[in-house]
């Protein structure tokens, strides 16, 4: 690219069903570590779904990380739980980068340069069904006056700048399960282009609740496979029959190299290309023929420089959710890129370890890409079991695996056709 302006990662905040915080994410990610169990009785409480399992993050109480009362105040009474995920991850992903928004200009840059990307697929649903039923059960008096700015899909990003005095651009994708990286994809853009120095951004999502779960479960989206919650979700495995709803946020610390270098910041890994397209072609399934996929595919190469160079790929975080259409047209997609160096590819779906984060579900396989970058290890897909010839490349199966991985691939697929795609590398001078 002709733009020398380099993105970089440096500080990254997991709240997910198998871990918060950086440390225990990762060691469950590496260790194979599921996840997803029975859901808590009073999730579906009245409602008589079958599914009752999911990603759920258990006891999940915002005064375990923050005391200041007005703070708690603002996160109890104005969030909706998709809003409360991205602020305690934003909190992670700051301290995390040792980032001191008191200090930018030591850093050389301001706080009207730092902006705050957060997608979600789904916004605050939980706020938009209880306020829904008060309306209808309690009146007009009873509803109050917060439902508006807790289920407003922008409410995260929003919350994120006043929290930390953020005075760039805040804005929110809602891309269905596309969203956090298409965020992820527009902050690259805004860092590149100039536009800011620091990006706080990544996705949100907490839909573990009786409207989102049954929408999905009458759409037969969701797995009814008759066997253990960890076991529910089997990426690019013969059984898969649907994917299992998650909750959680990931959030990261983007900067441009420059000011990264200046304050001494640890790097994981450097965003180096994005793509995205739109199948045109139907509003839940993937294109027959992995058109779609490839063409994001393909853009992101091109951004980065790597479209002659396309072997340089090591890994591939798929999107994988273990619907059986996903998987064999991620695949194809996959197929139609590379050639026979797509059999050469180590490919990993870690949603059969978080389940389908929604929202966040890209921005957590960015996590683990950079992660790889880093570490030279490649988080697992498990629960794979039995081979299935329309999915015939290397899924990492069941155990992480040490391995040189210089460059890696995320997608992010969602409901309208969307394909998102990033480019992650590992981060030398």
Known sequence: MSNERRVVITGIGPVTPVGIGLEDFWSSMKAGKSGITELSPERMEGYDCPVTIGGEIKN???????????????????????????????????????????KLADYGTNRTKVATFVGTGIGGISTTCNDTMTLNNRGLKALGLRSIIRLMPNAASGHIGIMWGLQGRAKSDSTACASGLDSMMDAFWYIKNGLADI???????????????????????????????????????????????????????????S??????????????????SCDAYHITAPAED?????????????????????????????HGTSTPLNDARETLAIKKV????????????TKSMTGHMIGAAGPTGLA????????????????????DPACDLDYVPNVARETEVNYAIVQALGFGGHNTVAIVKKFTE
Do not use: W
């Open 338 to 349: 590379f050639g026979d160096h797509a059999y050469k590819l180590a490919v990993s779906s």
């Open 259 to 276: 000011i990264a270098k200046k304050r001494g910041a640890k790097i994981y890994a450097e965003l180096v290309g994005v793509g995205a």
């Open 60 to 102: 999940f109480k915002v005064t375990d990380y923050y005391d200041d009362r007005k703070i708690l105040r603002s996160l109890n009474k104005d969030m909706d739980p998709v809003s409360q995920f991205a602020v305690v991850a934003a909190k992670y992903a700051i301290e995390d980068s040792g980032i001191d928004f008191d």
């Open 199 to 257: 990006m706080v951004t990544g996705g949100s999502e907490a839909c573990l609740n009786p409207l989102a779960i049954s929408s999905f479960y009458n759409m037969t989206a969701l797995s009814r496979r008759q066997t253990t919650a960890a076991e529910a979700s089997c990426p690019f495995d013969a059984r898969r029959d649907g994917f299992v709803m998650s909750e959680g946020a990931m959030i990261f610390t983007l900067e441009e190299l």
């Open 290 to 318: 992995g058109s779609g996929g490839a063409r994001a595919i393909e853009m992101a190469l091109e951004s980065a420089g790597l479209s002659d160079k396309r072997e340089c790929i090591d890994y591939i975080h798929a």
């Open 368 to 387: 683990v890409a950079a992660l790889a970058c880093r570490d030279d290890i490649i988080a697992p897909t498990i629960n794979y079991k039995e081979a």
